[in-house]
C-alpha cells in the first residue's frame, strides 16, 4: 500500500475564501514520503536558504521516540511576522509532516518612525497604564482583524491586554486580551463532596500549600481585597505567607479554597499520569491560583505570563451571586488547560497559539429590519457604505468614520479561529478530567461532557452543542452554538477610515448570507466558536449520528476514551503551530492519531469520520 496522504494545501486563497488574508497554507503529511510533501518541503529549505524562513526550535518529540520537531518562524525583511510559520515533523531525518501559514504579499516598510522606548512612552500615554514587564516592546509584523499587515511595537501592559503599537503612526493598531476566561487535609467542595487536600503546617496553621507534587501548588486566599488581587495581578506585590489560603486545624470549610487547590492538584495528576505532561508549563514550574477575589465576580481567567506572581501566570476563580464559587472539576481543568496550551506552543516555537483571523466572503448586501441601536439604519446595507461611530460604549470612537471590511464587492465575514482553538482545546481536556475524578453516574459531580454544569447555568455541550444558545444573557435571539465548521459565527468587522483600525461589530452571519444584529460588541466569538472540533473530540469516543449532517460516526468507546484524549493532547502539544485556523487543527489531530495508532486504526477512523461530519472533511487516499 502506497502512503496515506491526509492534505495538501497549496493556498493561499483556494480554501474558504481566504484570498483577502493571503496565507500560504502548507498542510501535508504522509506516513513515507510522498510528491506534496516533497513538494512543500523544498519550499520550506528554499525559504530558510532565503532568510524569510528561521529555524527558531527543534527538539526531540516528547512523546515519540525518534522523532524532531522543528519550528521555522517567517520574517520579512528581518522582522518576524507574528504566528506564521511552519512545523516539521521529521522521523529519522525525513520529514513525515509539515504545518504551517506563511503570509504572502507584505509590503509594508520594515523601519519604524521611532525606538523600542518611545514606543514605550506611547504605549503607556495612549493606555494610561505601564508596562506589565520591565521590558521595552517588541517590533513584530502583525495581522489586524482588517486584514492590514502592520509593522508594529507589542508589549502587554498592566490592564492585562496586549497592544499592537503601529511602528509608522505612533497610534494602537490592535490589542488583546491577556486573560483567557470561562465564563492531606480534607474539605467539603461546592456540592459537599469530601476531598483531600495537600496541605503545609505553618506555624499553628495549615497552608493550601501543595509540596507534595513536583510541581509546587499554591493556592491564594485574597479575602476580597480587590486592591491586593490587581496588584498580584500585575506585579506590583510579591505574594507572602499570609496570602495563602490557610485553616486551623486542617479540616477545611471554605469551598472555593476546597475545590480549587484539591482539582489543581489532581489536574496535575491527570496531565503526568496520563498525558506524560508535568505541570502546566511541562517542567513542573510553580502552579499559582487565587480565589475569594471579587464578590460577584462570576467568571474564572488564567492570565498568561508574565502575569500573576513571580510573573509565572496565574489562574483565577471567582463566584455566583449568591451562588457557589466557579472551581466545578471542569472548569479548573479548562483553565489550566489554557496554561499547557500556551506554554506548549511557545516553547516548540517561540509564540504561544496566537488569535488567528480567518475570513469567508458574504453577500454583497443585507437588509435590517429594524435600525440597530449601534450605528446602522433600517434598510438596506451595501459594501462601502461609509458609517459614522456614535455608541457611547466607547467614546473615543465617536464621531469616527468607518466601513465594514468588503472584497470584490463583498461583504467579508470574520471569525478568530486561532482563539476558538484555544477554547475548543480546554473544554476537551475539562471534560476528559471530570471522567477521571468522577464517576459517570446521575446526578451532581458526574462526569459528562456539558461544560459548567455544577455551577449552574451549563456553559457549553460537547456532545449536543446545538442543545444550548450562544450568549443567553446577551443574544435575544436563540441562535445554538455550531456542531459544524459551516455554521460557525463569522462577524463583519468595522475599519475606521483614518487609520485602518478594526473591531468586531455586532453583526453576525451563522451560514454566510444573512445578518444578524446582537448586543455584543466586541467580542470575537472565541468560546461560541469552540464547540465544533469539541464535537468531533466527542464523536471521536462516543461515536453517534451527528444533528446537522444526520451522518453517523462509531467512535471508539467510552473504554477506549484515553486514546481519543491522547490524540488530540499530541496534536497540540507537539504539532499545531501558533497561527492555526481550524482545517489545519483538524489535520494535526489526524497526524497525531497516525503517529499514535497507524493509519488502518480504528482510533484515527474514529478520529477522521468525526472531524469530517464536522465539516472538516479530508479525503484520505494513497499516493
Not at 525606538?115 to 495581522?143: C, K, M, W, Y
Not at 468522577?438 to 457549553?460: C, F, K, S, W
Not at 451527528?546 to 496534536?571: I, K, N, Q, Y
Request: charged share 20%; aromatic share 10%.
Amino acid at each position: 500500500m502506497g502512503a496515506v496522504v491526509f492534505l495538501a494545501l497549496s493556498g493561499p486563497a483556494e480554501v474558504r475564501g481566504q484570498e483577502l488574508r493571503g496565507p500560504l497554507e502548507i498542510s501535508a503529511a504522509a506516513s513515507t514520503g510522498t510528491s506534496s510533501l516533497r513538494r512543500f518541503d523544498a519550499l520550506v529549505e528554499t525559504l530558510a536558504a532565503g532568510g524569510e524562513l528561521v529555524l527558531a526550535s527543534s527538539r526531540p518529540d516528547l512523546q515519540l521516540r525518534g522523532r524532531t520537531q522543528q519550528f521555522f518562524q517567517q520574517y520579512h525583511e528581518g522582522v518576524p511576522v507574528l504566528g506564521a510559520g511552519v512545523s516539521r515533523q521529521l522521523a529519522g531525518g525525513a520529514t513525515v509532516s509539515l504545518l504551517g501559514t506563511i503570509e504572502t504579499g507584505i509590503e509594508l516598510d520594515p523601519r519604524p518612525r521611532f525606538q523600542s522606548v518611545e514606543a514605550l512612552d506611547l504605549l503607556e500615554r495612549q493606555t494610561g497604564v505601564g508596562v506589565l514587564a520591565n521590558a521595552l516592546p517588541e517590533l513584530v509584523i502583525v495581522q489586524v482583524p482588517s486584514g492590514r499587515y502592520v509593522l508594529a511595537y507589542r508589549a502587554t501592559m498592566r490592564d492585562l491586554r496586549t497592544y499592537y503599537l503601529d511602528a509608522h503612526g505612533g497610534f494602537i493598531a490592535h490589542d488583546v486580551s491577556a486573560v483567557k476566561e470561562q465564563t492531606v487535609g480534607a474539605g467539603n467542595g461546592i456540592l459537599g463532596q469530601r476531598k483531600k487536600l495537600s496541605t503545609s503546617r505553618s506555624g499553628g496553621t495549615f497552608q493550601a500549600y501543595d509540596r507534595l507534587r513536583p510541581a509546587e501548588i499554591i493556592t491564594l486566599d485574597l479575602r476580597y481585597d480587590t486592591e491586593r488581587v490587581e496588584a498580584l495581578f500585575v506585579g506590583d506585590a510579591v505574594w507572602a505567607s499570609t496570602d495563602v489560603a490557610s485553616d486551623a486545624d486542617n479540616t477545611w470549610t471554605d469551598q472555593a479554597v476546597v475545590d480549587a487547590h484539591a482539582y489543581i492538584g489532581l489536574t496535575y495528576d491527570y496531565l503526568a499520569t496520563r498525558q506524560g505532561w508535568h505541570g502546566v508549563d511541562g517542567r513542573n514550574g510553580r502552579i499559582f491560583s487565587m480565589v475569594n477575589i471579587e464578590r460577584g465576580y462570576r467568571n474564572a481567567l488564567y492570565a498568561f505570563p508574565p502575569a500573576g506572581p513571580e510573573g509565572l501566570g496565574v489562574f483565577a476563580f471567582g463566584e455566583a451571586e449568591d451562588g457557589p464559587p466557579i472551581v466545578s472539576a471542569d472548569t479548573v481543568a479548562h483553565e489550566l488547560m489554557h496554561a499547557v496550551t500556551y506554554h506548549s506552543t511557545e516553547q516548540r516555537t517561540g509564540t504561544p497559539l496566537t488569535d488567528s483571523y480567518w475570513s469567508i466572503p458574504g453577500p454583497a448586501s443585507f437588509t435590517l429590519d429594524e435600525p440597530s441601536p449601534f450605528v446602522l439604519q433600517a434598510g438596506v446595507h451595501e459594501c462601502g457604505q461609509s458609517y459614522t461611530w456614535d455608541h457611547q460604549r466607547r467614546e473615543e470612537f465617536i464621531g469616527r468614520k468607518f466601513k465594514f471590511l468588503c472584497g470584490d464587492g463583498r461583504f467579508e465575514l470574520i471569525a478568530n479561529e486561532g482563539g476558538a482553538i484555544h477554547e475548543s482545546w480546554s473544554d476537551m481536556f475539562g471534560a476528559a478530567f471530570e471522567f477521571m475524578v468522577h464517576e459517570p453516574a446521575r446526578g451532581p459531580l458526574r462526569a459528562d461532557y456539558v461544560i459548567g454544569e455544577d455551577t449552574p447555568p451549563a456553559r457549553r455541550s460537547l456532545a449536543r452543542p446545538r442543545s444550548i444558545t450562544l450568549g443567553r444573557d446577551v443574544v435575544p435571539i436563540p441562535i445554538p452554538y455550531p456542531d459544524a465548521a459551516s455554521g460557525m459565527v463569522r462577524f463583519l468587522v468595522g475599519v475606521f477610515e483614518d487609520n485602518g483600525q478594526g473591531f468586531f461589530s455586532p453583526f453576525i452571519s451563522v451560514d454566510g448570507e444573512n445578518i444578524l444584529f446582537i448586543p455584543s460588541i466586541f467580542y470575537d466569538g472565541v468560546h461560541w466558536n469552540s464547540t465544533v472540533l469539541s464535537h468531533a473530540f466527542y464523536l471521536a469516543i462516543e461515536g453517534g449520528t451527528h444533528e446537522t449532517s444526520g451522518l453517523t460516526v462509531p467512535g471508539v468507546g467510552g473504554d477506549r476514551r484515553h486514546d481519543v484524549e491522547r490524540v488530540f493532547f499530541r496534536a497540540m502539544t507537539e504539532l499545531i503551530p501558533p497561527r492555526v485556523n481550524v482545517e489545519i487543527a483538524a489535520l494535526a489531530v489526524r497526524i497525531a492519531a497516525l503517529d499514535l495508532f497507524g493509519a488502518g486504526s480504528d482510533v484515527f477512523a474514529a478520529v477522521h469520520q468525526a472531524l469530517n461530519v464536522v465539516g472538516l472533511e479530508i479525503d484520505a487516499g494513497d499516493e
